[in-house]
């Protein structure tokens, strides 16, 4: 089969549905591809590089007539009318907004497969065109936000003073909130983040955020997505929002709901109540917008110096890596939908990713699909569970301070033992020698302990001084001593304070080199 790649009819989209990394991968799948001349240009993908991939560069109706035509979103009737009947069409097609997209697809015998529509559960994650696109998105939110800001986001202690990082406040810790939380976190910024949702509160914080939660959060749904918030809830997530808007210098809002308007999340009398300078970025001004006094596609300036960000295509100003992510979230599909890697694309409709994908195929609908129950967030063991997991661990640490103390006990034993045959072994003249290894030990142990760490490295070369009184007493040890035994034991004498010598000389001197000027 062939995939066409067209070149994308929305003059404003910057991204191509393929990469050439993403058409290689096609082609070790078995497919042929063809890419219409210049349609990955503002992505910064030549022509001659998709080329060089394996595709063969053609004109507009052919790209569209191929078998499978990729498209970042679907297209105007026009170029439908292009596509061979039984064709298969893979965009983004947003269903349950567009009921005259489902018609036309039917109309035309054709097979659409909704990337928007992948399922949210852990073996199609790799497939998420949302999630892949949010993650550039809020990234992209916090560029935005810094370009319009009109201060640093790091904290800066200078010789002319003290300047405060920016206080950064994220609503919704989804995928494009976190991303958002972590650019910010590393930009220097303070940040704190919101959630309908309080089991994301460990993800926030991960990210290096503070979470603040809502008083009356509201439930996860069945399809990974939180519920509609009662009316008391929203009441009680608005005053907080405000609240927090407030008190910040940047608020960037992420909630969307698949398939409905954005919820409302800032007021005007919210907007009104912030800082001049203050920068809203609503990252969901396509779908109707979070802030209330949103222009989507526009900036705008309150009367109180609010600067509203409203943006639609966050992730298309990114369009290089943009593309490679969309391209790449198709090559994870195609390997799902390609299981024999011949080249022929195979819809399983018994499979629940395609069965959530399939909009139509031959031009039967099919759509709305069945409910996935699925859940983003895994639920906590059960309070038995708890208890009897709190059980093993005591046990297990019980059971290793036995070992523990066992293997000290069998350690001093062994250690007596042979403590006891060196002395029997050893002359009568040499026992008070003992006496005085004990007490240099006692003696060096209450020293070095005594010596903060930082100290451990000049110590050393100070011990280098009785490593060669130690070195010269066994050298004379093992010259005049007649005893085989006192001449291995000074002979290893030499060779451990041999090493210390050189060994501290060595370190010390790496050290002083660390604080030399160069030439």
Not at 306 to 319: C, F, H, K, Q
Not at 353 to 374: D, H, R, S, Y
């Amino acid at each position: 089969m062939r995939i066409g790649i067209p070149r994308e009819p929305d003059e404003a989209q910057t991204l191509v549905a393929a990469t050439p990394d993403t058409v290689g991968k096609l082609i070790k799948l078995g497919y042929d591809v063809i890419v219409e001349a210049g349609a990955g240009e503002k992505a910064s993908f030549p022509d001659h590089l998709f080329e060089e991939a394996g595709a063969a560069i053609v004109g507009t109706a052919e790209a569209w007539g191929a078998d499978v035509v990729f498209a970042l979103d679907t297209p105007p009737l026009n170029y439908l009318d292009m596509m061979q009947r039984g064709a298969t069409l893979i965009a983004r097609m947003a269903p349950g907004r567009s009921p005259e997209t489902i018609e036309a697809l039917a109309q035309r015998g054709l097979t659409g497969l909704a990337m928007d529509m992948v399922p949210r559960i852990s073996r199609a994650q790799s497939m998420d065109v949302l999630s892949s696109m949010a993650n550039i998105a809020g990234y992209r939110a916090v560029v935005e936000a810094a370009a319009h800001f009109g201060r640093l986001f790091t904290g800066q202690v200078t010789a002319a003073g003290k300047m405060p990082p920016a206080t950064v406040y994220v609503i919704g810790a989804g995928v494009a909130g976190l991303a958002a939380i972590g650019t910010a976190n590393s930009m220097g910024a303070i940040v704190n983040a919101t959630d309908v949702r309080n089991e994301t509160a460990e993800q926030v914080e991960s990210m290096g955020a503070s979470f603040v939660p809502i008083p009356a959060p509201a439930q996860e749904s069945s399809d990974g997505y939180a519920k509609e918030m009662t009316a008391d809830q929203a009441q009680a997530a608005e005053k907080l929002y405000a609240e927090q808007a407030a008190k910040s210098d940047v608020v960037i809002t992420t909630a969307n709901v698949p398939g409905r308007k954005s919820p409302l999340l800032l007021s005007a009398q919210a907007v009104e109540a912030m800082k001049p300078g203050s920068i809203i970025v609503d990252m969901a001004a396509a779908n109707g917008g979070n802030c209330e006094l949103t222009v989507p596609g526009e900036v705008v300036t309150t009367p109180n110096g609010v600067i509203i960000i409203g943006y639609t295509d966050l992730a298309g100003r990114l369009p290089a890596q943009a593309s490679q992510l969309y391209g790449q979230n198709l090559v994870n599909f195609f390997k799902l939908a390609t299981p024999e890697k011949d080249g022929n694309l195979t819809l399983d409709l018994d499979d629940e990713v395609i069965e959530q994908m399939a909009v139509t195929i031959l031009g039967e609908v099919k759509f709305p699909p069945p409910p996935v129950k699925v859940s983003a967030a895994p639920s906590g063991p059960t309070k038995e569970e708890q208890e009897a997991a709190a059980a093993a661990k005591e046990a297990e640490k019980a059971r290793a301070a036995t070992v523990k103390r066992r293997n000290w006990a069998i350690g001093g034993i062994v250690a007596a033992i042979v403590l006891i045959a060196l002395v029997l072994a050893t002359p009568a003249g040499m026992l008070q020698n003992y006496i005085i290894l004990a007490l240099s030990i006692v003696v060096g142990f209450y020293v070095i302990t005594a010596v903060t760490h930082s100290l451990h490295t000049p110590l050393m070369s100070e011990t280098n001084a009785i490593s060669g009184i130690i070195l010269v007493g066994a050298i004379i040890s093992m010259v005049h001593s007649s005893n085989i035994a006192v001449t291995i034991l000074a002979f290893i004498a030499v060779l451990i304070a041999s090493i210390n010598i050189f060994g501290g000389f060595f370190v010390t001197h790496r050290m002083l080199g660390m604080f030399r000027k160069e030439d």
